[in-house]
């Protein structure tokens, strides 16, 4: 089925308005063949017909397959090794110091696809955290796609997801079935996992008292305004001296000043405010940032 200019902006905006996600003009065949996919199964022939049940349906769910359809989920674990391990050595024991007896750390895995990043965290606050059994570890994982929550709450992956995780940890955190991997319980039980629409305020609100945010190439999707949108809201998700994780070609310069920014070990990261933390503060300004970008 062939989607008109007109037909095809209408449904941007539309997908817009309920998700924060825009795509441009250059997405029209992508966005096309699965809206096709999705109105063929009604037996529709008709896109129009479809938008319009989309736009004024009560029932959201045939909007979630659509935007299941639409959502690019491709991940693995222990991807973008370096920020990790600037979190794990660098970032993770400013936060635990600052802990002093209070044993609870809550992370927020946000945009979380197939589960790989959150229990690649988990893994992480293992391997770092004295004892961690003494620990009360949270870890939300969310996305707006339910097709992968229901993958990533089951926990089973192929080789090519773990192809980047160290040989120890292989062994040590997953079993082996066949030619797949299966997460092991210890670092499925502290994780969690939710759909939260990211441009949904109600959602957003119900999170608070994070200590980590990761949300990694996700904004990317999205326009300056949803941008600053999610960012505000996530500022109000982190504790006061809290971090968030972004992507290497995202940053809160242009959409926040809320935020500080530091550099930590050979990294720029973005923190709630509460005291000094880091070597030095670093203006909010993107040029001065791209200097100390990977």
């Known amino acids: 089925m062939i989607l008109s200019d007109e037909l095809f902006h209408k449904f941007i905006k539309l997908i817009y308005k309920k ?15 699965r ?39 491709e ?27 209070r044993k609870k750390i809550k992370i927020w895995s946000a945009a979380c696809s197939t589960g790989e990043e959150p229990y690649t965290i988990s893994i992480i606050l293992q391997e770092m955290l004295e004892h961690p059994e003494k620990w009360e570890i949270e870890i939300l994982a969310s996305d707006i796609n339910t097709e992968v929550l229901k993958s990533a709450r089951i926990g089973i992956y192929e080789s090519r997801a773990v192809r980047d995780v160290p040989p120890e940890y292989l062994e040590k955190y997953f079993t082996r079935m066949q030619d797949r991997y299966l997460v092991n319980l210890s670092v499925r039980k502290p994780v969690s996992f939710k759909r939260i629409n990211l441009m949904d305020q109600n959602e957003m609100n119900v999170v608070k008292g994070c200590d980590f945010i990761f949300c990694r190439n996700c904004l990317i999707y999205f326009d300056d305004e949803s941008r600053k949108s999610v960012l505000d809201s996530f500022y109000e998700s982190l504790n006061p001296g809290g971090f968030i994780f972004l992507g290497h070609s995202e940053s809160v310069g242009r959409f926040s000043s809320a935020y500080k920014v530091q550099r930590i070990g050979d990294t720029i990261v973005y923190s709630r405010p509460k005291q000094y933390y880091g070597e030095k503060d670093l203006p909010v300004n993107d040029a001065q940032i791209a200097r100390y970008s990977y």
């Open 19 to 33: 998700t924060g996600i825009y795509y441009e003009r250059n997405k029209k065949y992508y966005v096309e063949k």
């Open 75 to 101: 991940t693995y674990f222990f991807r973008d090794f370096p920020q990790l391990r600037n979190f794990a050595e660098d970032v993770l024991p400013i936060v635990v110091r600052e802990k002093g007896d």
């Open 35 to 73: 809206i096709g996919k999705c109105a063929e199964s009604l037996e529709m022939d008709n896109l129009n017909e479809y938008y319009m049940m989309l736009k004024f349906s009560d029932d959201s769910s045939e909007f979630d397959r659509l935007i299941n359809e639409l959502t690019v989920n």
